[in-house]
Nanobody, 119 residues
Framework: QVQLVESGGGLVQPGGSLRLSCAAS???????????YRWYRQAPGKERELVAG???????NYADSVKGRFSIARDNAKNTAYLQMNSLKPEDTAVYYC??????????WGQGTQVTVSS
């Protein structure tokens, strides 16, 4: 089983940047079977939505609302995924969750990290 720990959230002004990290731990086989890292977010009163995803070979996808502003990356040697968020807007305010999806179809979730964009 994979455990995920997010970090890097906080309060930032509109137009600012933050980088979120998602560190994975667990057995060697479970780590090596992470097919996708995905970042989701959930704002108050809204459903959780997919923000970005990256496959093991580096293929990426993004929600339309963050294209051109956010960038997802992964370092397989460090068992870590990142979400670089630039040009942040108040509507990006949410709890951001990291998800690891295995080749076996299993999902692991982090505890979430709060991102607040406000002046």
């Amino acid at each position: 089983q994979v455990q995920l720990v997010e970090s890097g959230g906080g309060l930032v002004q509109p137009g600012g940047s933050l980088r979120l990290s998602c560190a994975a731990s667990g057995t060697i086989s479970s780590i090596n079977n992470i097919a996708w890292y995905r970042w989701y977010r959930q704002a108050p009163g809204k459903e959780r939505e997919l923000v970005a995803g990256i496959s093991r070979d580096g293929s990426t996808n993004y929600a339309d609302s963050v294209k051109g502003r956010f960038s997802i990356a992964r370092d397989n040697a460090k068992n870590t995924a990142y979400l670089q968020m630039n040009s942040l807007k108040p509507e990006d305010t949410a709890v951001y969750y990291c998800n690891a999806h295995s080749f076996w179809g299993e999902d692991a979730w982090g505890q979430g990290t709060q991102v607040t964009v406000s002046s």
